[in-house]
């Protein structure tokens, strides 16, 4: 089957290209252009076919979408580009994006599952997210658009991105701090819930719904299968690279204070992220294959190396 990834030179599409292209299907990767691959850790096959478009430009998807392509993955789905994908491709069997757990924050329980309201907050990439996925579902819900929507925790793995730093962030002075004995500013107790997921656990996870006709017009929260608290999350970084992390837990209020240029990071992170994987366990065979404390740990370790070159 013909497979075009959008977005597939970022971080994810990468990952979700290398996946699929491993398991037969022959990909296309399209991109604006704009990214290099030359830094990820695993190259994509020199087979791999890439072109050049913008995804929320009508014109240039029109031309594209000319040619048949049964699935089309978007790793980071705009309205434009839905719109255009539901506009333009001719024989397409499923359509999948990536969106994010974030919207469902605040959780109304834990563990959180998909029946939960996903609304996403003002300001936040989450708000946008909510809207990309709730028009997937409409066209699905009025139309029979073939869509199914990926929601990941926090990713991890690879060591081709930083970690999530204390702030919520992926600030590049995070693991350095760790090493120079620095002290970290913690949300209050420092309890608040973080759920990783590894992006080579999340990549597979397009391919399985992909395999699963199950999955269309459905939505799945995909991480790995346990939560920590942010302080033990902050203490695995330090003991992969062989550091005790140096702790101080101050009010949310004020950190915000401190940190004015941050409040949707700090937030997050004083917030609990704990979701069950049960429907996408049951319904396209997801099981991750890494552990939490796994994927931090290869994380920490791989971005640690990289500072040492």
């Known amino acids: 089957m013909k497979v075009l990834v959008l977005g597939g030179t970022g971080w994810v599409g990468h990952h979700i290209v290398l996946d699929f292209a491993k398991n037969g299907y022959d990909v296309t990767v399209a991109s604006r252009g704009t990214k290099s691959e030359s830094h990820y850790a695993e190259p994509v096959p020199a087979s791999t076919r890439r072109v050049t478009v913008d995804k929320s430009d009508a014109a240039q998807m029109q031309q594209l979408l000319q040619e048949r392509f049964e699935i089309i993955i978007d790793s980071v789905p705009t309205e434009e580009s839905i719109d255009n994908v539901f506009k333009y491709a001719t024989g397409l069997r499923h359509y999948l994006h990536c969106s994010s757990t974030g919207g469902y924050a605040p959780l109304p329980f834990i563990p959180c599952n998909e029946t939960a309201p996903y609304q996403g907050f003002a300001g936040s990439g989450w708000k946008n997210k909510a809207v990309c996925d709730a028009k997937v579902m409409e066209l699905f819900n009025v139309y029979g658009f073939p869509g199914t929507v990926i929601r990941p925790c926090y990713i991890t793995g690879g060591g081709d991105y930083l970690p999530l730093d204390n702030r919520g962030g992926r600030r590049k002075d995070f693991l350095p701090d760790i090493i120079a004995g620095n002290t970290l500013e913690v949300p209050d107790n420092g309890l608040a819930l973080l759920q990783p997921i590894h992006v080579k656990d999340l990549a597979r996870s397009f391919r399985l719904a992909v395999e699963n006709r199950r999955s269309i017009g459905e939505r799945y929260n995909i991480c790995l299968d346990h939560a920590l608290p942010l302080k033990d999350y902050l203490a695995l970084n330090g003991e992969a690279i062989g550091k005790k992390v140096n702790l101080e837990f101050v009010p949310l209020a004020e950190l915000l204070i401190r940190h004015p240029d941050n409040p949707i990071g700090l937030n997050f992170v004083a917030t609990h992220m704990c979701f069950t994987i049960d429907k996408a366990k049951t319904e396209i065979g997801y099981v991750p ?21």
């Open 289 to 309: 294959t890494y552990t939490p404390e796994e994927a931090i740990c290869e994380t920490a370790r791989l971005c640690a190396a990289k500072l040492e070159k």
